[in-house]
């Protein structure tokens, strides 16, 4: 019985971890870029803020309709503008980062079929020790948005 009682308390305790950790992660400002017509591959933004006061890791991110989705960066190199891949981004306690065209993004690789603007994506982050956040994220147009002129 005390075998029983140790594990029901240390399950409990991760249980509140986790939901702790839920409370300090929020996501705003999201999307997912629609796919270019022939290809296979886009990305995601959003802005992913710590409210909690410890700092979090982020260290992946998964999809049940995306086969790989990798965290990346653009970095300016040798005059000219790279992308690579990251192991992970570190959020300060209380601070945010911002996932952004041309920044620090999230590939996603291998779509079976194209994502339209108008449609949602479910995207789940990952966070050093296990936690994981689900996001569901719209899909935005590649076209940008007419300027209305307005004649006097």
């Given at each position: 019985m005390k075998t029983f009682s140790t594990l029901f308390s240390a399950l409990l305790l991760i249980a509140s971890s986790f939901s702790v950790m839920a409370q300090q992660v929020a996501v705003s400002d999201g999307h997912v870029r629609e796919v270019i017509p022939g290809n296979t591959v886009t990305s995601a933004y959003m802005t992913i803020s710590n409210t909690g006061k410890s700092g979090l890791k982020l260290v992946g991110a998964k999809s049940d309709t995306i086969p790989r989705i990798e965290i990346h960066e653009?970095?300016?190199?040798?005059?000219?503008?790279?992308m690579r891949q990251k192991s992970h981004i570190d959020i300060a306690a209380g601070d945010n980062v911002v996932l952004q065209p041309m920044g620090l993004h999230l590939m996603l690789f291998g779509l079976s079929s194209p994502v339209k603007a108008g449609q949602s994506q479910d995207i789940t982050l990952i966070f050093e020790g296990g936690f994981e956040y689900k996001v569901t994220l719209p899909v935005h147009s590649i076209k940008k948005a007419k300027k209305h002129h307005h004649h006097h």
């Open positions: 653009h970095i300016m190199a040798d005059g000219m503008m790279k």
